[in-house]
């Protein structure tokens, strides 16, 4: 069975500092993996996936991720953290089986401090 | 640009209502989903469809339905309205079995039952 574990449902950052999401996810199968972000009364809408291409993708607004198979993590970074990023971040597995079933993980919710 | 609807954003019922929420997509993407989302569990998924009258179940099925008669139209159905399902309930799709894509999502229809 997949599973999403989301370290930390909380993270709060200064605006210029580092911005790191933590995932780790279990998964018998190759996995592919999602991070999604939701501003507030928004749904959600993708920022990156990893579909067993480049261990490190880029997604939009600049963050970025790492597939690590050694260690079942897939976190998400962004080198400098802007106040428009203030939003609930969810990290994702496809459900085998196909037709694009995902579990999530609870969420993080990111503030940026001035 | 791609959209997936949901009829409405806010909702109040009581106890043992009939309430219908409807998604309608304009992407004709095979596949479509519920999702419901609460405060430190993520999104758990409900029901998904796969096409026209084809539906099953997802994680937590227990208390609705759903209905597909057209390709871009989704509705999930609360038979008999219980507190415990006041929530964020989110609608999604996406292309067919083996797109490993994104999946699009509404804004959410947030249901209180009284």
Known sequence: ?114 | DVKVTQSSRYLVKRTGEKVFLECVQDMDHENMFWYRQDPGLGLRLIYFSYDVKMKEKGDIPEGYSVSREKKERFSLILESASTNQTSMYLCASSFGRTNTGELFFGEGSRLTVL
């Open chain 1, 1 to 114: 069975a997949q599973s999403v574990t989301q370290l930390g449902s909380h993270v709060s950052v200064s605006e210029g500092a580092l911005v790191l999401l933590r995932c780790n996810y279990s998964s018998s199968v190759p996995p592919y993996l999602f991070w999604y972000v939701q501003y507030p009364n928004q749904g959600l809408q993708l920022l990156l996936k990893y579909t067993s291409a480049a261990t490190l993708v880029k997604g939009i607004n600049g963050f970025e991720a790492e597939f690590k198979k050694s260690e079942t993590s897939f976190h998400l970074t962004k080198p400098s953290a802007h106040m428009s990023d203030a939003a609930e971040y969810f990290c994702a597995v496809r459900k085998s089986g196909g037709y694009n079933k995902l579990i999530f993980g609870a969420g993080t919710r990111l503030a940026v401090h001035p």
